[in-house]
């Protein structure tokens, strides 16, 4: 079975400073992506970053940067520059990419980020 | 392009009562999604459907039904609701490619349901 972990309940950042999301996974599956999503106060889920397991290079997107560790099952995301706006819940989330997932997602926890001005 | 739209926003239903929710996709995907959202927790699937008339259970099922008579819709049913369910539902799309980045999920905007 899929788990997803975010131990992080909360975390503070100063506005323009960097901040690291973590998220550690497991699964004995070989083929497999991690996302991760936004969710602000108004409460839309917001994709941000994807990186497939067999993906060379971790992902980057704008400000966003996911710190993928294979070995380590891990999966943390890096937001460079924080602004304000980035104040929100941020989850992890997996999918098995075998033919019977059908894209079925997996979330963790969540983390609630909070930048400080 | 509306993405995925979510009808009603919010319902405050009594125990017993039934109600459907609607989710709704222009993208034309194959696959899509309901999940629920409790406060402490990520979401969690309920069912979902891999194309026109089929659906299947996800993690939590229970107390739900689900249908997708069209391809762009996809209905969630309470027959009879209790006030464990309440929650905020999220539907949402995809379309599995297993070649690339196209199987990313787009979520709807959410219903939250309350149960008294």
């Known amino acids: 079975a899929q788990k997803i972990t975010q131990t992080q309940p909360g975390m503070f950042v100063q506005e323009k400073e960097a901040v690291t999301l973590d998220c550690t996974y497991d699964t004995s599956d070989p083929s497999y992506g991690l996302f991760w999503y936004k969710q602000p106060s108004s409460g839309e889920m917001i994709f941000l970053i994807y990186?497939?397991?067999?993906?060379?290079q971790n992902a980057t997107e704008g400000r966003y940067s996911l710190n993928f560790q294979k070995a380590r099952k891990s999966a943390n995301l890096v937001i460079s520059a924080s602004q304000l706006g980035d104040s929100a819940m941020y989850f992890c989330a997996m999918r098995y990419r075998g033919g019977t997932s059908y894209g079925k997602l997996t979330f963790g926890q969540g983390t609630i980020l909070t930048v400080h001005p | 392009n509306a993405g995925v739209t979510q009808t009603p926003k919010f319902r405050v239903l009594k125990t017993g009562q039934s109600m459907t929710l609607l989710c709704a996709q222009d993208m034309n995907h194959e696959y899509m999604y309901w999940y629920r959202q409790d406060p402490g927790m990520g979401l969690r699937l309920i069912h979902y459907?891999?194309?026109?008339?089929?659906?299947a259970k996800g993690e939590v099922p229970d107390g739900y039904n689900v249908s997708r008579l069209k391809k762009q819709n996809f209905l969630l049913g309470l027959e009879s609701a209790a006030p464990s369910q309440t929650s905020v539902y999220f539907c949402a799309s995809s379309w599995d490619s297993l070649t690339g980045r196209t199987d990313t999920q787009y979520f709807g905007p959410g219903t939250r349901l309350t149960v008294l």
């Open positions: 990186q497939g397991s067999y993906d060379q």
């Open positions: 459907s891999v194309g026109e008339g089929t659906t």
